[in-house]
């Protein structure tokens, strides 16, 4: 007697995801490059991949995306050296060469994707503010009912989404996001290291607030935890720990 998968692939259709990275920028705080997040970016591939899912990378600007030096498992600080699964994709000279020639989400068309995954990084909360055709697409796509993910410091997106009543698409609506329990924990480690004064923060402005602020139910489960939560057909994931989370919510979603 054979089971039957409750989420069988279908290799003649199969799902297929938009992963946005945000381009590259300098941190108006820092005056650092900043960048996405390599596990937010392969974890999540990875996760798609085996379920038989096609992917495809976009940026704000398209081409080349750059990622936080901390999230490489080759930088010397070994910060994300246990990061196999990153490594992974670094070392594999085809999956690479994606991050060099991400497309334009001007040319991202909510009719041809089943869901849109916002990773994060630093760079979202100095570069989303005039993303304002991710911030309409994004909202497209959960108007339209189609599954749309944010992850870490890519919930900053969800600051600008408006829905087409011009109400904060996550008033009323459950969330997660980078924690201030983890901001406090990373300015607490900079200045530490003195790579940055005390006092000063490395975020602009905080997730967890401004979630808050706009009427969202802001959850989260702990520092470092690896959690994402799902309300209706919109999902998002607390921090770069969160990409396996957040992208089996949005399987689950997507019906396997």
Same mark, same amino acid.
């Given at each position: 007697?054979?089971?039957?998968?409750?989420?069988?692939?279908?290799?003649?259709?199969?799902?297929?995801?938009?992963?946005?990275?945000?381009?590259?920028?300098?941190?108006?705080?820092?005056?650092?490059?900043?960048?996405?997040?390599?596990?937010?970016?392969?974890?999540?591939?990875?996760?798609?991949?085996?379920?038989?899912?096609?992917?495809?990378?976009?940026?704000?600007?398209?081409?080349?995306?750059?990622?936080?030096?901390?999230?490489?498992?080759?930088?010397?600080?070994?910060?994300?050296?246990?990061?196999?699964?990153?490594?992974?994709?670094?070392?594999?000279?085809?999956? /690479?060469? $994606?991050?060099?020639?991400?497309?334009? &989400?001007?040319?991202?068309? *909510?009719? #041809? @994707?089943?869901? !849109?995954?916002?990773?994060?990084?630093?760079?979202?909360?100095?570069?989303?503010?005039?993303?304002?055709?991710?911030?309409?697409?994004?909202?497209?796509?959960?108007?339209?009912?189609?599954?749309?993910?944010?992850?870490?410091?890519?919930?900053?997106?969800?600051?600008? /989404?408006? $829905?087409?009543?011009?109400?904060?698409? &996550?008033?009323?609506?459950? *969330?997660? #996001? @980078?924690?201030? !329990?983890?901001?406090?924990?990373?300015?607490?480690?900079?200045?530490?290291?003195?790579?940055?004064?005390?006092?000063?923060?490395?975020?602009?402005?905080?997730?967890?607030?401004?979630?808050?602020?706009?009427?969202?139910?802001?959850?989260?489960?702990?520092?470092?935890?690896?959690?994402?939560?799902?309300?209706?057909?919109?999902?998002?994931?607390?921090?770069?720990?969160?990409?396996?989370?957040?992208?089996?919510?949005?399987?689950?979603?997507?019906?396997?």
């Amino acid at each position: 007697m054979s089971v039957r998968d409750p989420n069988p692939l279908d290799s003649r259709h199969p799902k297929r995801v938009a992963i946005v990275l945000s381009s590259p920028a300098i941190s108006t705080t820092t005056g650092w490059p900043v960048g996405f997040w390599w596990s937010e970016l392969t974890h999540p591939w990875l996760a798609f991949r085996e379920r038989g899912y096609e992917v495809v990378l976009y940026s704000p600007a398209g081409g080349r995306c750059e990622a936080d030096s901390l999230s490489d498992p080759r930088d010397p600080s070994r910060y994300s050296d246990t990061d196999l699964i990153s490594l992974g994709f670094l070392s594999t000279p085809k999956l /690479a060469a $994606l991050v060099e020639a991400t497309r334009p &989400v001007s040319e991202l068309s *909510v009719d #041809g @994707f089943d869901a !849109i995954v916002v990773a994060g990084g630093q760079a979202p909360m100095f570069t989303f503010e005039k993303a304002t055709e991710l911030q309409r697409l994004f909202v497209a796509f959960f108007e339209a009912g189609k599954v749309a993910a944010a992850l870490c410091h890519g919930v900053a997106l969800l600051r600008y /989404a408006r $829905l087409s009543s011009g109400e904060a698409l &996550v008033k009323g609506r459950t *969330v997660t #996001g @980078f924690a201030n !329990i983890e901001e406090d924990f990373a300015d607490q480690a900079v200045w530490e290291m003195g790579a940055l004064t005390r006092g000063t923060h490395l975020m602009p402005w905080r997730i967890e607030d401004e979630m808050r602020a706009l009427g969202a139910n802001y959850v989260q489960a702990g520092l470092w935890r690896d959690f994402a939560v799902r309300d209706g057909n919109l999902i998002t994931g607390q921090q770069n720990f969160s990409g396996a989370a957040t992208a089996r919510l949005v399987i689950e979603a997507l019906g396997g």
